[in-house]
């Protein structure tokens, strides 16, 4: 079975700062791994995916992510905050190792607050 | 619309009562989920449609869950004899293709409410 822990249920940064909300999965293959940030009220949009290649995948609004296989971790980074970003972001994985089409399954979620 | 649209938005109604949240999906997706979300928590999947075909329904929580898409665009998903742990957000997204590396593309949701 597949999971996806975000162990923090808020995170706070100022303005500027750099963010990182933390994302481990456990999958028995290869991952697919996504952030999607979501705001009140209103669905979830897709910020970024890892799928094959380079480590490090670059996404919308200025945010990156990173994969690590032997730490099981993609974690989600900005260099600099904004107050716009405040929102709840969460990441999923899917497993397509398998035969058929697997669901995604989606962390609990963090919350980022950024402070002017 | 250019995106997924969800109706109603907000729906209340009293336990037993039956309710059907409408999902339009985008033009020419192939690919349509839905999600739970509870309040606190991430989406949890319900169902997943191929053009019409019901391809997993491995998430729908109870025999009072039914979902449908009759003619591979709009689905329905419908709620017999509600009970006050159905409410929730339901959340609609649809993805161009069967290709597992492309993302979802979400409804903003139903909220639904059970009194």
Redesign the interface.
Same mark, same amino acid.
């Given at each position: 079975a597949q999971s996806?822990a975000q162990p923090e249920d808020q995170v706070n940064v100022a303005e500027g700062n750099p963010l990182t909300v933390k994302c481990t999965y456990s999958v028995s293959g290869n991952p %697919?791994l996504?952030w %999607?940030v979501q705001y009140p009220?209103? &669905?979830?949009?897709?910020l970024l995916?890892y799928?094959t290649g380079d480590n490090l995948v670059k996404g919308s609004y200025g945010f990156e992510a990173e994969f690590n296989k032997s730490q099981t971790s993609f974690h989600l980074k900005k260099p600099s905050a904004l107050v716009s970003d405040s929102a709840l972001y969460?990441c999923?994985v899917?497993d397509?190792s398998g035969s &058929? %089409?697997? *669901?995604? *399954?989606?962390?609990?979620?963090t919350m980022l607050l950024v402070s002017p | 619309g250019a995106g997924v649209s969800q109706s109603p938005r907000y729906k209340v109604a009293k336990r037993g009562q039956d309710v059907a949240l409408r999902c339009d999906p985008i033009s020419g997706h192939v690919s349509l989920f839905w999600y739970q979300q509870a309040l606190g928590q991430g989406p949890e999947f319900l169902t997943y449609f191929q053009n019409e075909a019901q391809l997993d329904k491995s998430g729908l929580p109870s025999d009072r869950f039914f979902a449908e898409r009759p003619e591979g665009s709009v689905s329905t998903l419908k709620i017999q004899r509600t009970q006050q742990e159905d409410s929730a957000v339901y959340l609609c997204a649809s993805s161009p293709n069967r290709q597992q590396g492309q993302p979802q593309h979400f409804g903003d949701g139903t909220r639904l409410s059970i009194l």
């Open positions: 996806v %697919y996504f %999607y009220n209103r &669905g979830l949009q897709f995916k799928i969460f999923a899917r397509p &058929g %089409y697997s *669901t995604l *399954t989606f962390g609990k979620g | -």
